[in-house]
């Protein structure tokens, strides 16, 4: 950590006056080094061919720091991902912070530092950024806003309009760890458990399913916020086809499970970050798995149901004792039951 | 999770049912009376797999349900006043009270925590000595031990800015109440496992008794709930009436009496109105005399008013197993969980959530 004047940060980081270069100069500029950022000036200048993706995200996440990461790499990740969920290579991100005054400069910089780790193993530059500063109380802590720029992979044909009956629906690993691993970190709830995030870029692993399979891949999206299924009511609902899963096919860490139970959380509904979900060609649908599972993020992936004609815009879900009910949409937040 | 694969055991669930469709030779009414049991009935997808003579009818068994429009409205007012810190189980804070939620307290700045056990609450009381902390002390028997446990050991710290306000309720009143209206056709019970876990079987005899009819002590798995709804019929097919304990594993004849207790020693029974069904007496639990500076009832001087339901909502009927969710005209029009218009829509326990969350597929098609 570079010696700065302050030990947290204050209203004067934000003035765009000296503190701000300094901070920048020290700090950002010099830890991000890349050719575009390092011309300074207020946009970048990409050279880029082809069809391109762009995403937004922002990033609130409390605590910011948890298990298994921060708020730093997720706001790398999670940008990463969605562009990856389009059949795009991920390029080019800009950063957005919004720090809140008090916010400890050695906090900053281990997120910093966690952006750089995270932009190299995704092969991202950050090429723009913007810094604010509010006053005690106006936010929690740091909020980050990140953008990406990506070039659509060459065979990449990703649309609702592709999924078709008979689509097998396949997850890339574990469900519901990144949810539970924030949770039982959240004040009042902690609870023992080795459970980390499950945060992490999935663009390489895309990129080698798409390599192998092209066409054949017809959907994919992270089921973050919502879970699981809500991105199969989405699918559902915006291609007005049913879908069909069983439960005993869902890949759930033990410990997930257990903590799960013991709150009374439905592992569907509960956020992820370093998964995603691939509708894929029947026929192509062993291949996926193999490719998946040769890959240490993909380990635990599974094929968890189908595409059907079948009751349209309704997810059914075979539970584990062979009954059948409709996953529908969470209704707000899910929220831990009495007894 | 072996001690839960064990309970949703595939081949076990097939032999049960097999077994109901011998013996079952005439309709038969069966009420589960916890929401947890509903609640499981129907994720699990069991009520379409029993057979079609076979109708599950969903008791009064779900806290968040049963309390009362005015206690939540307490519990509102107290979450604005910008002193109190309130704590509470976090299925609460949806349920709308009169006018709003917890949830909408929280929103517009009223410092309202999830805990997961009052002894968080107690903490927090520690750890906040100039704030007043209360917490929302809603449930059954299951939930009553750690409550009462809460108040002694915020007695035993001397804190004075920790109050509970109660709202604890009982089964075997709420039973009563439901057998002796004219209406009834419950032929058995499936009573709830936890609630016997602390209390024991022993209360469940008399009214076994009474009101001639089988009561089955039942866990909350798909294979404890087949198993339940088997002993069930098995006692109203050979025309007996008596008390079986299907949850052994948990449940003992005399309950928990440390639990029993800790109870005993903080609460005394007392007459309380249930949401939708009314005032039943003596079916609920109040701070006694002794710890009354622990009630926020009185520390507080809250006058509960009484509150008029919307005019629509059938919980009552539902509640006392005398019609399902869909007999109701606003269930899943006007009546949503995210605009619900009574307590059983709010819940995931509640039987009109769960009918709405989990049941609105009609189509059978084989899962390839």
Redesign the interface.
């Known amino acids: 950590m570079p010696k700065l004047d302050f030990d947290v940060i204050t209203m004067g980081h934000g003035s765009g006056g000296l503190l701000t270069h300094r901070l920048l100069e020290s700090g950002v500029f010099n830890l991000l080094k890349n050719d575009q950022l390092d011309q300074q000036h207020d946009g970048a200048i990409l050279n880029i061919s082809g069809p391109l993706a762009f995403t937004t995200d922002s990033y609130v996440i409390s605590p910011i720091f948890f298990p298994g990461g921060d708020i730093g790499e997720l706001a790398v990740n999670g940008s990463v991902n969605d562009l990856a969920m389009c059949g795009a290579i991920p390029k080019y991100l800009s950063l957005g912070f919004i720090l809140e005054e008090g916010l400890p400069m050695a906090d900053f910089w281990k997120i910093l530092v966690s952006i750089k780790a995270a932009s190299e193993r995704a092969g991202v530059h950050v090429v723009t950024g913007d810094t604010k500063v509010v006053e005690k109380g106006k936010g929690d802590g740091i909020f980050i806003n990140t953008s990406g720029i990506g070039e659509l992979h060459p065979s990449a044909r990703i649309h609702y309009s592709r999924i078709q009956p008979g689509d097998k629906i396949i997850v890339s690993g574990f469900v519901a760890t990144h949810g539970i691993a924030i949770m039982s970190q959240r004040k009042g709830l902690e609870f023992e458990t080795t459970i980390e995030s499950d945060t992490a870029c999935l663009n390489h692993l895309v990129l080698r399913l798409l390599d192998r399979l092209g066409e054949d891949v017809h959907f994919m999206r992270d089921p973050t916020r919502g879970g699981v299924a809500t991105v199969l009511n989405e699918i559902a609902g915006q291609r007005r086809m049913g879908v069909e899963i069983k439960q005993r096919l869902i890949p759930v860490h033990p410990q997930v499970e257990g903590a799960c139970e013991m709150l009374g959380l439905d592992p569907l509904y509960v956020a992820n970050e370093g998964l995603f979900i691939a509708i894929v060609e029947e026929g192509a649908a062993l291949t996926a798995l193999d490719i998946l599972r040769a890959d240490e993020l993909g380990a635990n992936a599974a094929v968890i149901g189908q595409v059907v004609q079948a009751h349209p815009g309704q997810v059914v879900i075979e539970s584990p004792i062979g009954g059948r009910r409709v996953v529908n949409y969470l209704t707000g937040e899910q929220l831990p039951r009495i007894c | ?1 072996k001690h ?2 064990e309970y ?3 081949a076990l ?2 032999e049960y049912l097999q077994q109901l469709r011998a013996i079952t030779t005439r309709p038969w009414t069966i009420m589960e009376i916890c929401g ?1 049991q509903t609640h499981s009935l ?5 009520l ?2 029993l057979p079609g003579n076979i109708t599950m009818v969903h008791g009064p068994g779900c ?2 349900c049963v309390t009362p429009l005015g206690i939540i409205d307490e519990a509102i007012e107290l979450a604005s006043r910008p002193q109190v810190i309130l ?1 509470s ?6 349920v709308p009270g009169s006018v709003r939620s917890l ?1 909408e307290v929280k929103a517009t700045g009223g410092d309202v ?4 056990s009052p002894l ?1 609450a107690v903490k ?1 009381a520690k750890d906040n000595p100039d704030r007043e902390v209360v917490f929302f002390a ?3 028997e ?2 009553a031990p750690a409550n009462a446990l809460a108040v002694i050991q915020a007695d035993k710290m001397q804190l004075k800015n920790f109050s509970v306000l109660a709202s604890h309720v009982l089964v075997p009143p709420a039973m009563e109440a439901i057998l002796s209206d004219p209406e009834c056709k419950i032929n058995g019970f499936l009573a709830a496992g ?1 609630v016997c876990t602390i209390m024991g079987i022993e209360e469940y005899y008399p009214i076994a008794e009474k009101y001639k009819i089988p009561i089955v002590v039942t866990g909350f798995e ?1 294979v404890d709930l087949l198993q339940g709804i088997l002993m069930t019929v098995q006692q109203l097919e050979n025309g007996v009436h008596k008390v079986e304990n299907q949850y052994t594993r948990v449940v003992l004849r005399e309950g928990n009496l440390a639990a029993q207790k800790a109870i005993q020693a903080v609460f005394e029974v007392s007459d309380r109105s249930w949401r939708g069904i009314g005032m039943i007496p003596q079916s609920g639990y109040e701070v006694k005399e002794s710890y009354s500076h622990y009630s926020a009832r009185q520390k507080f001087k809250l006058d509960l008013q009484s509150t008029q339901e919307h005019s629509v909502c059938i919980s009552g009927s539902i509640m006392k197993g005398l019609k399902k969710p869909h007999d109701c005209p606003a269930f899943g029009k006007t009546c ?3 605009h619900p218009l009574g307590a059983p829509m709010v ?3 509640g039987a009109c959530a769960a009918y ?6 009609t ?3 084989p ?2």
């Open positions: 999770m839960l694969t949703r055991d595939t669930v097939e947890g129907v994720r699990n997808g069991i379409d797999m806290p968040v704590c189980f976090g299925d609460m804070l949806r949830l925590r999830i805990v997961y968080e927090i809603v449930g059954f299951t939930t936890h798909p949503k969980p995210e819940s995931s326990e709405y969350q989990y049941k609105s597929s189509e059978t098609v899962l390839a």
